[in-house]
């Protein structure tokens, strides 16, 4: 079938290459590269040689690369042409039974996938774990993977929440850790990230000893009953002082927003 033949082998007739390389050795070794001192008198000519060398060079890379494009151009031309007539078309033909055998493969992985999601949301609802999607537990249907052993995955996933809720329910601020928990599903980070936040916040929220705060009314305190106004004022004071002026209010019963 493959009747794509090389007629003739490329031949590049390079056997002076030797006799020329004895010449370039006797034209450089004159000069003696490793010996040069470069100084303000000299360094013009020295830039004339390099000039002259790479002249010469470049004389003898033209000649490469006319030999380089002269043996291209040809496998150029048959490589588009074989492209064209050849490769494309098995190319295309290969794309559209892929296009065909993912129709079906989709299919089938599609009809797994929804079998085992009904066994997990059924699952989730037994277990009451409603906070659960299915893409958390990082499962991927296969073509190989059976529906067998797809649900033993569910299960398992299932019940490693079970047993972290578990751990959850002995730790201090469960609660809290459990809504973390939610998000993240590492139970280890959940609960050492609660324990660190509780313990900075007792850090800035140090306790405070109480002492007992001594109001002296300024305003005497009738049994009578009085009208109720509203009178709107802006005070200043420090701290302490706005405290014990906020304790004293609902000592005498004002009310204040």
Known sequence: MNEITLTQQPIIEF??????????????????????????????SIKSLRADLNKELKEFEDVRKQIKKSLLEPYEEFEKAYKNKIADKYSNAEQSLKVLIDEVESGLKKVKF??????FEE?????????LTF?????????????KALKGDVRNFVESIENDIELIKTQDYQER?????????DVRQSIASVLQEVEQEKKLKPVEEV???????????SEEVEEVITLTFKVSGTKKQLVALREYMKVVGIIYE
């Open 135 to 147: 893409d958390k537990t990082n499962i991927k249907v296969g073509l190989s993977d059976t529906v």
């Open 177 to 185: 850790i459990l809504v973390r928990y939610q998000n993240n599903l």
């Open 15 to 44: 056997s002076s290459l030797d006799r020329m390389a004895q010449e370039v050795d006797k034209r450089l070794s004159v000069y003696k590269f490793n010996q040069i001192v470069v100084d303000e008198e000299n360094y013009k």
């Open 123 to 131: 699952l989730k609802v037994a277990k009451e774990l409603m906070f």
């Open 211 to 221: 002492k007992e705060i001594k109001i002296d009314p300024i305003i005497e305190i």
């Open 114 to 119: 929804d079998e085992v999601l009904e066994y």
